[in-house]
């Protein structure tokens, strides 16, 4: 069997979480890969609306299987207070599992994190200030602690203390910050490890066993392909690997039965934080799309940049992910505006190019527009491509086009009923 994967095609905030929870009916197990709480998504289902950050889109369904993989940074703070906030909402929580080979985010990371940003001036990277790069440099440098030894009373307060003896002494040498008490910070981090301690899970064996028995997996991406440390718009970028190539190394799931890729891109382009942004919008129709859209980040509630429709971005993202699929969100904002401008390159120093440069090049790229005719009518709930209008069919048409992926599905609204199914997934 086929597992499917779901990654967001741009630079996050694309609307994956609508298509996950979408996914994840057909699904019997659901996997987060990557990233931490510096993500968030959004689900509106029977018209509540939920707002995950670090468990799986699935678990709003009671009878999927619901995985946090060794990929992701786990706050344990914040993953408490979100169980806690699903069970008061009469979310069942028995079928999520978390690995215990996932690294913590732990206080110093969120102090470090503030105290970094702080200190770029005028080359700040635009972070949520949420710890997760810190955490991820822990984990390279192999002095982060992980869940598992959250649950090891006996050998936590040493590991802790061999840890924070490294980032008191950064806190107090470079930054002139006070310490953390290590005492005072083992008592908080043990009162949340018993909360936590019946979803430990070894994923591997788990996952082997559901593809042993003809299981549907769907591995939920956070992020955009575009903030991949590798591949992305560096150093503008995440801290982990939210593309494709993620899954494995963020799960321990080989990639032989990974044959399906989804790939989830807004209808235009939004960017939170710092970063080349060639289409970005900075006048009264940025701000349309930001107020039509709600553009307001799900973590932490910053306005998002907005801007017309990256193509060469979209194919780059496309290329190095493998994409066997894309859904294309929020088509519905559009509707109201006479022209839509869609790039299909860059001028860079008197030269057309029509593929994504490196973020030095591309800070100072001109975007190369095609306008399309745009459409007024209200699209809001359409779940039939042909009663859009031509104009709107036109533009999902162009963009499958140029950039030579099947668009299986669009979507015309927030709620999980109002979606265009043009393929079978």
């Not at 906030?85 to 996932?102: F, Q, T």
């Not at 806190?171 to 490890?193: C, G, I, N, T, W």
């Not at 980040?297 to 190095?320: I, S």
Request: charged share 25%; glycine share 10%; with cysteine.
């Amino acid at each position: 069997m086929s597992h499917k994967i779901l990654i967001g095609m741009q630079w996050g905030d694309e609307g994956k979480g609508k298509i996950t929870d979408l996914l994840a009916e057909e699904a019997d197990v659901v996997v987060r890969f990557s990233g931490g709480n510096n993500a968030g998504h959004t689900v509106i289902a029977e018209g509540q609306k939920y707002e995950l950050h670090l468990i799986p889109s699935g678990i709003l369904y009671p009878k999927k299987l619901c995985l946090i993989g060794s990929g992701v940074v786990i706050n344990p703070r914040s993953l408490v207070e979100e169980m806690s906030g699903l069970k008061k909402r009469g979310i069942a929580l028995d079928n999520l599992h978390l690995s215990p080979e996932a690294h913590l985010v732990l206080p110093y990371h969120l102090r470090l994190d503030n105290l970094e940003e702080e200190n770029k001036a005028g080359d700040k990277i635009g972070t949520t200030g949420r710890g997760i790069g810190p955490a991820y440099a822990d984990k390279a440098a192999r002095r982060g602690l992980r869940v598992g030894d959250l649950l090891s009373r006996e050998s936590f307060g040493k590991k802790l203390e061999k840890s924070l003896s490294y980032h008191n002494a950064v806190l107090e040498k470079v930054y002139r910050e006070p310490a953390f008490d290590l005492q005072q910070l083992k008592v908080d981090l043990l009162s949340l490890a018993e909360e936590i301690r019946p979803h430990v899970t070894s994923l591997p064996p788990l996952l082997w066993k559901s593809h042993r028995e003809n299981r549907q997996i769907l591995f939920e991406g956070a992020q955009g392909a575009l903030l991949d440390l590798d591949f992305g718009t560096y150093p503008y970028v995440t801290s982990s690997h939210p593309g494709a190539g993620g899954v494995s190394s963020g799960t321990g799931f080989g990639p032989r039965y990974l044959n399906e890729i989804l790939g989830v891109a807004k209808a235009y382009l939004t960017r939170v934080g710092r970063g080349p942004f060639p289409t970005e919008l900075s006048g009264e129709q940025g701000e349309k799309l930001r107020e039509k859209g709600q553009e307001f980040g799900v973590t932490t509630g910053r306005p998002r940049r907005c801007g017309w429709l990256d193509l060469p971005a979209l194919r780059y993202a496309a290329m190095f992910n493998s994409v066997t699929a894309l859904a294309l969100t929020k088509l519905d904002v559009l509707s109201g505006f006479s022209e839509i401008k869609v790039c299909t390159g860059y001028k860079i120093n008197n030269s057309i190019t029509d593929r994504l440069p490196d973020s030095f090049q591309l800070k100072n790229a001109q975007p190369v527009y095609q306008t399309l005719t745009g459409w007024e009518q209200d699209i809001s709930g359409i779940t039939n491509f042909q009663e859009l209008p031509s104009e709107a069919r036109h533009y999902v048409n162009f963009i499958e086009q140029e950039t030579g992926v099947k668009i299986n599905l669009v979507s015309t609204g927030p709620d999980r009923k109002e979606i265009i199914h043009r393929q079978p997934l």
